[in-house]
């Protein structure tokens, strides 16, 4: 988080009253958003109200010893990240601040009062690259420059977006600090590696474009059914214990994004813990560098302060603009925006707002919709296309998804991901509901899978939607009498779909090789189980008794696709094993 310098810092007010996260101060000259210094330990907050000579504020840090007749101090400037090499790599908190730069300080990472780090390291030196030549002419955006930031990512040093442009004047290759210039303009203006942006503010592009790519996340109920768009947008609810967590955890470990921002908001300690030991020991699949030079995190855990948490997720996506800008395509996950939403509810009921729905603040969609806005596939104001997706988790309290967030939150995403408690009590992982989940981009991806994948992808993945439906629909039947009732062919179907189920819906996270799975062998997962259908459906047609059909013992081959590291070979012969059986019976 930006400092304010000497110069802008304006007249000091005095705090009349403190109530949890916000305080009250009278006499402050402040605008709105902007950063203030609370007490006499100089806690960092934000204004977010001024009413007459009274501004309040929501404070980042714990309030507690902090008491009317202290001063506050503005700084001038609006809450803003600074961007710049070094983002990769580190560990926030909901402002900002590095995690171990803290810990370093405090001696813990959650003992944070009154002390404030850059977001970037200001000293560290980057080898820089220039990318334009003394006597061109840049704009606002133009990439001027590039760093080797991490072995996996070339960060590109940018005019800033507010910059009026000019004539290079100079410019040299070296290793510079980012607050050194590395480009001067005719008009005076110099440029660093380092700029700042105001975190509530989108930052600008040209236009935002209908997305065409799947953001492949390596899960097949999601790529297979339920896709979403790089710079889509996509919600997991689900109750507690259903798989939220871990889902988020498979997209920022295996999406194929160039950049992830993961935002842990308001969650257990222990799952962000997991986080920070977990990523840094995993290995990026498409690059084979460490999983952590594409990635940043941001944590604001339930231990730390709420207002930080309302803040953590605005940070996170300023970030993921930045390299958006960039020409990256990048995702970032939140985890869970209904502590965020919460977070909102505790400082406006502290605001005495009048509540809406459940106590939420009546401007909790408006909210949500703005963040979810700045995710999209863009043309960016240097003329590179990059996109942001966004994936949010949702934990509704009792799985209940009519409350206000859940619903808010399906009104605005294209893609939702419905987990189920049932499911995951069965250990049906990932317990995605396909009769319940949705996405509205699968038409528009189809020529992406039909050209890179198979050209009759969307027609194998109907016919398994249709055979998903077809047993809903049998089940019920069942229930009620039973499943030998049915006639043989409809026995047949529910044995397919279950098939269907086990070795292609059914994922398991924690298996070195099931945990990713590639759309190739996603869809020869599918169309294997299309295979013994459409064998089956033969043999039963030449008379041959339906439990003889489903007791070869080629069939529950097909539950161990999903571990096989050479797939193809094993499909393949599976695939004869089951035609040659089948055959043998008539
Ligand atoms: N894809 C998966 N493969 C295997 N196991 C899974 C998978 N998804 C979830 N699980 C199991 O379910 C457990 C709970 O998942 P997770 O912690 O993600 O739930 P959650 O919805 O985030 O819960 P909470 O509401 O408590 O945050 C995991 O610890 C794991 O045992
Ligand atoms: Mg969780």
């Not at 409350?403 to 009104?411: D, Y």
């Not at 189920?420 to 250990?427: F, G, I, M, P, T």
Request: charged share 30%.
């Amino acid at each position: 988080m930006s400092q304010a310098t000497d110069t802008d810092v304006r007249e000091d007010g005095i705090i009349e009253s403190v109530s949890g996260p916000v305080v009250t101060a009278r006499d402050l000259d402040a605008r709105m958003n902007d950063v203030v210094y609370v007490g006499s330990e100089g806690l960092m907050g934000e204004v977010i109200e001024i009413e007459g000579n009274i501004t309040t504020i929501q404070v980042y840090e714990e309030t507690s010893g902090v008491s009317p007749g202290e001063p506050v101090e503005g700084t001038g400037s609006p809450l803003s990240v600074d961007l710049g090499p070094g983002m990769l790599d580190a560990i926030y908190d909901g402002v900002q601040r590095p995690l171990d730069v803290l810990e370093e300080k405090m001696g813990s990472a959650f003992l944070d009062r009154g002390v404030d780090a850059p977001g970037i390291d200001l000293e560290k030196t980057w080898e820089f690259t220039p990318e334009v030549d003394e006597g061109d002419e840049v704009e606002a955006g133009d990439i001027v420059g590039t760093v080797p930031e991490t072995p996996s990512i070339d960060h590109k040093v940018m005019v800033p977006p507010d910059s009026e442009g000019g004539e290079v004047v100079a410019i040299e290759s070296g290793n510079f600090n980012v607050e050194e210039t590395v480009v001067e303009l005719d008009n005076g203006e110099e440029i660093q590696m380092h700029q700042e942006w105001p975190v509530r503010q989108q930052r600008p592009t040209v236009e935002k474009e209908t997305p065409t790519e799947p953001l492949i996340s390596g899960q097949r109920v999601l790529d297979g059914l339920f896709p979403i768009a790089k710079g889509g947008t996509a919600a997991i609810p689900g109750p507690f214990g259903s798989g939220k967590t871990v889902t988020q955890h498979q997209l920022a470990k295996w999406a194929d994004a160039d950049i992830v921002v993961y935002v842990g908001c308001g969650e257990r300690g222990n799952e962000m813990t997991e986080v920070i030991e977990d990523f840094p020991e995993l290995e990026d699949p498409t690059t084979g560098n460490a999983l952590m030079d594409r990635t940043c995190l941001i944590a604001n855990t339930s231990n730390m302060p709420v207002a930080a948490r309302e803040s953590c997720v605005y940070t996170g996506i300023t970030i993921a603009e930045y390299f958006r800008d960039m020409g990256y395509d990048v995702a970032l996950m939140a985890d869970s925006t209904s502590r965020w939403a919460e977070a909102m509810r505790e400082i406006s009921s502290r605001l005495e707002e009048m509540p809406g729905e459940e106590g939420y603040p009546a401007y909790l969609s408006a909210r949500l919709s703005e963040f979810y806005e700045r995710a999209g596939y863009f043309e960016n104001i240097n003329g590179t296309e990059g996109s942001v997706s966004v994936i949010g988790a949702v934990s509704p309290p009792g799985g209940d998804f009519s409350e206000p967030v859940t619903q808010n939150t399906l009104r605005i995403v294209k893609t939702f991901w419905a987990l189920d408690a049932d499911l995951a009590e069965r250990r049906h992982f990932p317990s995605i509901n396909w009769n319940e989940s949705y996405s509205l981009y699968r038409d528009q991806l189809d020529p992406w899978f039909e050209d890179n994948v198979r050209a009759d992808w969307p027609e194998t993945r109907q016919w398994a939607i249709d055979t998903l439906d077809e047993e809903a629909e049998l089940q019920e039947i069942v229930q009620l009498v039973g499943k030998d009732a049915l006639p043989e062919d409809q026995q047949l179907t529910l044995e397919i779909a279950r098939y269907l189920r086990e070795a292609w819906l059914q994922q398991n996270a924690f298996h070195d090789v099931d945990t990713f799975c590639e759309p190739e062998k996603t869809y020869r997962i599918m169309d294997a189980a299309k295979t013994y259908n459409d064998a089956a459906f033969e043999a039963l047609d030449a008379g041959v008794p339906v439990e003889e059909i489903t007791d070869i013992d080629a069939a529950p081959r097909l539950n161990r696709i999903g571990v096989q590291e050479d797939y193809n070979e094993y499909i393949d012969d599976l695939e004869d094993d089951i035609e040659s059986q089948l055959r043998e019976l008539y």
